[in-house]
């Protein structure tokens, strides 16, 4: 298949992953992205060893040596007594175990990287500013419309533009994402402004009956990313930039262990977010011709296993690895839908379900032996560059 014009529909994560792998399978594909520019969002991202070996595969291990962090081991802990009722052991232990390193590295750091070797790979093949409207398709042409009036037709439209996917909602008729009845938090710390006892462990989570708070190190320790979780039925207000006062966060998570309070005490007031957390049923097919669905867009996931963007990028590579070995589009996109569909939609169901180990009303009765994660359910043996297609 050569000369395929392929589109892909949103620059995060996914978009990024799905464009480089079929760049290094031979494409050219043009991303489409809806920001004027690919800006620094604050937050955190967990690539376990599934992810970084998609990663690197796509060439970028050196940008994962130089700018992610490595924890040497992460907990459960009890929100008040600060009790660790569950241990894992990380760094060399996991590569140990899975081949590649478990890392947790700022988004923007990550973003930038996969970025600057796209546009290194093919200078014209990232179109900001450019939001998606409709499409139309026909003869084995996809037509996509822009809001600033530009028309162009492709042979493959790949849409990776979240759980909201406006593509998602033109090829299927479906019910819009479910508020789940979480709200989430993030903000970033500088550890200078923290004791030692409370960045460590390095990395963990904070269990209280219908809350959980996470915290890790990023940007090589000089920042800790957290992300908390609250049930609170009723505010429902989508989107990763919504301001939140200091004062609220205090009221939530001010009197837990000083692990947790203290972190809270030294976040700066002006840069404080929170969201609502929005769920989707799994589908029973991705593809509509020469349309198909990636990450997010196709399984988005909720945040309780922290394999969202993990998911997204073993999408990217298979994507790319499929068009490659397939005789036609029709068959690449039957190659990436029956490699991924089933292994994507279990961990939506698993992140689903995981909610309810770390929201439990009786925290001190974790067990570790007793419940499912990410190690126990092979996730992290997964090779996205290796798996048959």
Known sequence: MENI????????????????????????????????????????????????HGLEYLGLKESLSAYADIPSDQAIFHYNTGEILGKRMRG???????????????RADLQREMSNLLVRNDPNCLFLNHSFVDLKQENKKVEVLFTNN????????????????????????EEKPQY???????????????????????????????????????????????????????????????????DELMSE???????????????PKENLFKWALYDRDPLDKWTVGNITL??????????????????????????????????????????????????????LLKSRSTRDRFQSDSPEKYDESKVENEESLGLFNYKPHEVQI
Request: glycine letters at 10%.
């Open 5 to 52: 014009n392929i589109a892909i529909i949103g620059g995060g994560m996914s978009g990024m992953a799905a464009a480089l792998s079929l760049q290094k399978n031979g494409f050219k594909p043009n991303v489409y992205e809806q920001a004027p520019e690919l800006t620094e969002l604050g937050a955190g991202l967990t690539i376990s060893p599934n992810s970084t």
């Open 150 to 173: 530009v028309r162009k037709s492709f042979d493959v439209v790949i849409a990776a533009d979240g759980i909201r996917s406006s593509v998602r909602s033109k090829i299927f008729d």
């Open 92 to 106: 060399e232990e996991t590569r140990d175990l899975y081949g590649a390193y478990y890392y947790q590295i700022h």
């Open 253 to 267: 998570f001010g009197d837990w262990h000083p692990r947790i309070s203290d972190l809270i005490k030294a976040a």
């Open 294 to 347: 990636l990450g997010d867009a196709a399984h988005p996931m909720l945040p309780f296993m922290g394999m969202g963007a993990a998911m997204g990028i073993e999408d990217g590579v298979i994507i790319g690895r499929a068009f490659r070995e397939a005789n036609n589009i029709n068959d690449a996109l039957k190659k990436y839908e029956n490699a991924r569909k089933d292994r994507a939609n279990f961990v």
């Open 180 to 246: 789940t009845g979480n709200i989430a938090y993030r903000g970033l710390v500088k550890t200078d402004k923290l004791s030692k006892d409370t960045v460590t462990p390095p990395s963990g989570v904070a269990i209280a009956p219908k809350k959980a708070f996470a915290r890790y190190l990023i940007r090589k320790g000089n920042l800790v990313n957290f992300v908390a979780f609250v049930q609170r039925p009723g505010w429902n207000e989508e989107g990763w930039n919504i301001r939140v006062t200091h």
